[in-house]
């Protein structure tokens, strides 16, 4: 079981290593002592709390879709030339950056401030690791 440092876990879930101890105190994480004494909580644990904690506002612009990654935010940024522009998003702690023409930028009234949707639909994810980890039982 993957065990995670008071320190990394705030960091993970954007807070105070104070208001995980706090969390750990009132029994919302469950606190535990590794080798070198330090405490530590379970990686599922702090997983499920960083889901239930992660609350986008509500897509109002919600339709049928094959796509299910969507996240709320709002413009923090528009570059724009004749042809092309760079939008960014800042969707809770999440910054998502979409390229697409700026004829679309016109049309849709994309500015900073504005909000919107990213809609994301990939053919490939590609998850890593802090360091390459053997899988259990093989050397």
Do not use: Y
């Amino acid at each position: 079981m993957t065990q995670i440092r008071v320190m990394d876990a705030a960091r993970f879930l954007g807070v105070s290593d104070d208001t995980v101890r706090r969390w750990i105190e009132a029994g919302t994480l469950t606190g535990q002592r590794d080798a070198a004494g330090r405490t530590v909580v379970a990686g599922t644990e702090l997983a499920a709390l960083a889901k239930e904690q992660a609350a986008l506002p509500p897509d109002q612009a919600a339709a049928g879709s094959s796509a299910r990654n969507r996240f709320v935010g709002l413009v923090t940024s528009v570059v724009m030339d004749k042809v092309m522009a760079q939008v960014e998003l800042q969707c809770g702690p999440h910054r998502v950056v979409s390229l697409m023409s700026a004829e679309a930028v016109r049309e849709l009234g994309l500015e900073p401030g504005s909000v919107a949707t990213a809609v994301v639909k990939a053919t490939n994810v590609i998850v890593q690791t802090p360091a390459a980890q053997p899988a259990k039982g093989r050397p």
